[in-house]
């Protein structure tokens, strides 16, 4: 008897040469496959595509051979008009198919959305997981798709008009949820045992006690949290260790909120102890750092464990915070916990959005600059109004004007009682320079030298490359000055990742920002500081990341590092030891800035760039770095429970060698990177945490 085909379809934001883990899908198919009726009776494939891939595309790997009989996307405003385009030709092809959408970005907009695109069966209004069930269970019955009256959390099509049941109780239960990683519905390697994705995604809780105007997270803002049991999450962190999984990124709303929170730590690098994995943790940290906050901090950096720490601060103007629901948070006490983190060592970013009613120009720049003092790192993300929010729902009262992208559903807000259209327009000149030099690190060292020893701030630096860039007339600059006329006419933050590219696969570029440097920064530097300033700048350059599909990476000699790839280059004669001094003037520790001796450098680039050269939350670890500089990173992150006998020191691994290892895990019948992780565990056969 033939089984029914499910299509389970996500998509990515990210043009990234990987798909992002479709955590959201995995949870589905193995709730569904939880009941034996539907596990025997449906065929249920979940289909990730990257970023980049266009309706056409998806259209071709979904429909080419037996179209499903039921098609489910996951839907958010990237993706919504590309999978509405899909599921008009699916429509054709298969007229008595189920069409069903879920997701935040759709949930309770089915009218707008049927209207929009009358092919649309069902659009799911809640937590997906027993909504999909039930609707597998309803075309498993028979029932027609017009008649699902009794499936609570749904809207869907009846004679022309949205049929809308009552609202679906939030899961109180997390565990009823099967784990799509224990039960193998999200495998994390291919066949040839190749890591499928770049960072593994994890859930510990669901909810959010805050009401933020702006914020949807989940469908369950202003909630009571619920979490995953602790048993479950470390058995899922021992599969994702014994797999090799190096970066885990949590999908909660405030890490650090609930003691839970710091038991999963614990977990965490107890796990790390024994496997040597996971390295990284990136996550949404808890709004008010409380004790809790400071000691996970501590555990982690005892540990090994890498993250990133986000000030999601979003304004600092006073009646901005008011409208959006945030004047109670503790907002004002980041300037500590940003000196705290910098004074451990921790990598630490900040969030800004642009567009907030209340907020002005000049007080967004002005918040800008004081949050510099703390981290050059700051996310500046253009006001979207998401559905379901505050400032959606009340648009009216806060005066404010949208205009809906022709690409992406979302709305930006171009004007409100304190922003004309015009001023958001000038806005979006910085805020093109903000995000790419220095939200994603293209310039990742110049910022502190300049503000302490020069008193030049960071929205100085990037006002002074934008008015440079306009007035040069050479190609080269001007492609770069195109990509910014292109954010501000299109309003589209997503811009940016054009700008971006632009720094690494335009060469030449090097040397015309050197050109800005020299005209336009180092007159305004004292000038016993030049030739430190002249020399920073170089090492700036010569550290920047490297693409592995670009023509300088063809060029270079490659070399293995602890079994990590990395591009080797030689970077001439340098007079200063920059990563000292920069560390000692990030710490205000005094520091000898005259000209030494020259010394010859030769920069170490980790392989895999290519992959995250959108995502500023792992860019820094792909920078240059000298072979003292990787023995050092090592020496902090070395794990304690190892014994020195079992630590492996930095050094090149010749490509023989390489292919030797590769060989014998051949021979012992499985990819070498699985062999490398039995290896490991041997070595470190502590019990099981």
Not at 162 to 177: A, H, K, M, Q, W
Not at 356 to 374: A, C, H, K, N, V
Request: glycine content about 6%.
């Amino acid at each position: 008897m033939r089984k029914v085909r499910v299509s389970l379809v996500d998509q990515g934001v990210w043009k990234m040469n990987t798909v992002s883990m479709p955590l959201s899908l995995g949870y589905i198919k193995a709730t569904a496959y939880a009941d034996p009726g539907i596990r025997s009776a449906t065929d249920i494939q979940i289909c990730a595509f990257r970023g980049s891939a266009t309706a056409p595309e998806i259209t071709r790997a979904l429909l080419s051979e037996d179209p499903p009989d039921i098609l489910a996307f996951s839907v958010f405003g990237w993706n919504q008009y590309r999978f509405a385009a899909v599921a008009e030709t699916y429509r054709q092809v298969k007229p008595d198919g189920w069409i069903v959408f879920g997701g935040t970005h759709v949930a309770n907009q089915a009218k707008r959305l049927c209207r929009l695109y009358p092919e649309v069966d069902v659009v799911a209004n809640g937590e997906g997981e027993f909504i999909f069930r039930d609707l597998l269970q309803a075309y498993l019955a028979g029932i027609n798709k017009n008649e699902l009256d009794h499936i609570q959390g749904i809207s869907f099509q009846r004679d022309g008009r949205v049929v809308t049941t009552p609202e679906r109780p939030r899961i109180i239960n997390l565990d009823d949820i099967p784990s799509p990683f224990l039960e193998g519905v999200l495998p994390l390697r291919d066949k040839y045992g190749k890591a499928i994705y770049g960072v593994a995604l994890l859930e510990t809780n669901r909810g959010c006690p805050h009401k933020c105007a702006f914020c949807y997270w989940g469908g369950a803002v202003g909630q009571r949290v619920r979490a995953f049991s602790r048993e479950r999450l470390r058995e899922e962190l021992k599969l994702f260790a014994r797999e090799g999984v190096e970066s885990i990124a949590l999908c909660d709303a405030n890490l650090g909120l609930l003691p839970e929170d710091e038991v999963f730590v614990d977990d965490v690098i107890r796990v790390k102890e024994r496997y040597g994995y996971p390295l990284n943790i990136e996550a949404s940290w808890a709004k008010n750092k409380r004790e809790r906050f400071y000691r996970i901090v501590k555990k982690m950096k005892r540990a090994g464990l890498k993250s990133s720490f986000t000030l999601s601060l979003q304004s600092l103007d006073e009646r901005a915070l008011k409208n959006m629901h945030r004047e109670n948070m503790k907002l004002n006490e980041f300037g500590d916990l940003a000196r705290w983190l910098r004074a451990e060592g921790l990598d630490t970013y900040a969030e800004l959005i642009w567009g907030l009613p209340g907020q002005t120009s000049d007080s967004f720049i002005e918040g800008y600059d004081r949050i510099s003092e703390f981290t050059s790192r700051i996310a500046t993300y253009p006001h979207l109004l998401l559905p379901n929010t505050d400032f959606h729902q009340n648009r009216a009262r806060y005066g404010l004007v949208t205009v809906r992208h022709e690409e992406f559903d979302f709305e930006y807000v171009v004007s409100h009682p304190d922003v004309t259209i015009e001023e958001n327009a000038r806005m979006h000149q910085f805020l093109f320079w903000a995000r790419v030099v220095a939200e994603n690190a293209i310039f990742r060292n110049i910022w502190g030298p300049l503000r302490k020893l020069a008193s030049i701030r960071q929205s100085q630096v990037l006002k002074s490359l934008d008015e440079w860039a306009g007035r040069q007339t050479d190609d080269l600059v001007r492609g770069l000055f195109e990509c910014r006329q292109e954010m501000v006419r299109t309003m589209d933050s997503a811009r940016v990742h054009r700008g971006i590219r632009y720094f690494y696969y335009e060469r030449a570029l090097a040397t015309r920002l050197q050109s800005w440097w020299r005209e336009e920064i180092l007159p305004a530097v004292p000038v016993h500081l030049r030739p430190f300033f002249t020399e920073l700048f170089r090492y700036e350059i010569w550290t920047l990341p490297i693409p592995e599909d670009s023509d300088l990476a063809s060029e270079l000699k490659t070399v293995y590092l602890d079994e990590k790839k990395y591009f080797e280059r030689d970077a001439g004669e340098f007079h200063f030891d920059m990563p000292t001094l920069l560390r000692s003037i990030d710490a205000g520790a005094p520091c000898d800035l005259a000209e030494g001796p020259p010394r010859s450098e030769t920069f170490y680039y980790r392989a895999g760039f290519s992959d995250y050269i959108d995502s500023h939350e792992l860019v820094i670890r792909y920078s240059g770095r000298s072979m003292a500089e990787l023995r050092r990173e090592k020496a902090l992150t070395e794990i304690p429970a190892l014994s020195e006998d079992h630590r492996t020191s930095i050094r090149p691994v010749t490509g023989r060698s390489r292919s030797r290892s590769r060989r014998w895990a051949s021979v012992a019948g499985q990819p070498a990177g699985l062999a490398n992780q039995q290896v490991r565990r041997r070595l470190t056969p502590a019990p099981d945490p």
